[in-house]
Nanobody, 118 residues
Framework: VQLQASGGGLVQAGGSLRLSCVLS????????MGWFRQAPGKEREFVAS????????YYADSVKGRFTISRENAKNTVFLQMNSLKPEDTAVYYC????????????WGQGTLVTVSS
């Protein structure tokens, strides 16, 4: 099983980035997907999640209205569109997969670094 995240980079405050994460080795449509992030010196925190069928999405208050999570099951891919980025969004972003009937994330990607300059 592999989760491969990509799309991170350096962007100025107010800019946008789109992260992608591909799940291989499992039936993607059976998994809810989530994005988490960890800033330097801080604990990992929840950012957004989407159910296995895309019917429901959830966001941390800090990103609500700026970030959008979506998925394309035909491509085994989950996305995180990040707009109006702030310096405090700087972190390593991780994608994770959770089997649809479970409450814990089983698989984690390697992370992609997002740096927002002021």
């Amino acid at each position: 099983v592999q989760l491969q995240a990509s799309g991170g980079g350096l962007v100025q405050a107010g800019g946008s980035l789109r992260l992608s994460c591909v799940l291989s080795g499992r039936t993607f449509s059976a998994y809810g997907m989530g994005w988490f992030r960890q800033a330097p010196g801080k604990e990992r925190e929840f950012v957004a999640s989407i159910t296995w069928n895309g019917g429901n999405t959830y966001y941390a208050d800090s990103v609500k209205g700026r970030f959008t999570i979506s998925r394309e099951n035909a491509k085994n891919t989950v996305f995180l569109q990040m707009n109006s980025l702030k310096p405090e969004d700087t972190a390593v972003y991780y994608c994770a997969a959770r089997y649809y009937s479970k409450n814990v994330y089983d698989y984690w990607g390697q992370g992609t670094l997002v740096t927002v300059s002021s």
